[in-house]
Nanobody, 127 residues
Framework: QVRLMESGGGSVQAGGSLKLSCSAS????????MGWFRQVPEKEREGVAS????????YYADSVKGRFTISRDNAENTIYLQMDNLKPEDTGMYYC????????????????????WGQGTQVTVSS
């Protein structure tokens, strides 16, 4: 069973940067999808970025394109979310998640696509 643990959250002023990490342990598949989501109180969890491990395609929400970068360290079994030029609207609890099989353009941002979630790490951006 895959277990995920996020870290790297914190408080930063607008325009600043943070790098989130998600460490995965337990059984892994050779072909699966990993993603980052965020959530603020009273709103639905929204997809931020995702990519297919062992396959093509990386996906980003329009609101973060050009500012966020998702990447993976194979040796450490860790994925990252580099967040630059942060804005107050980026504030939220950030979760990493994994899905069996690959994600596609019509599925990567849906929470139902993913079956394993981390506990989350808080990001707060002040203006």
């Amino acid at each position: 069973q895959v277990r995920l643990m996020e870290s790297g959250g914190g408080s930063v002023q607008a325009g600043g940067s943070l790098k989130l990490s998600c460490s995965a342990s337990g059984a892994t598949l050779s072909r699966y999808c990993m993603g980052w989501f965020r959530q603020v109180p009273e709103k639905e969890r929204e997809g931020v970025a995702s990519f297919n491990v062992g396959g093509p395609n990386t996906y980003y929400a329009d609101s973060v394109k050009g500012r966020f970068t998702i990447s993976r360290d194979n040796a450490e079994n860790t994925i990252y979310l580099q967040m630059d030029n942060l804005k107050p609207e980026d504030t939220g609890m950030y979760y990493c998640a994994t899905a069996p099989g690959w994600c596609y353009g019509s599925t990567w941002y849906r929470t139902a696509t993913y079956n394993r979630w981390g506990q989350g790490t808080q990001v707060t951006v002040s203006s």
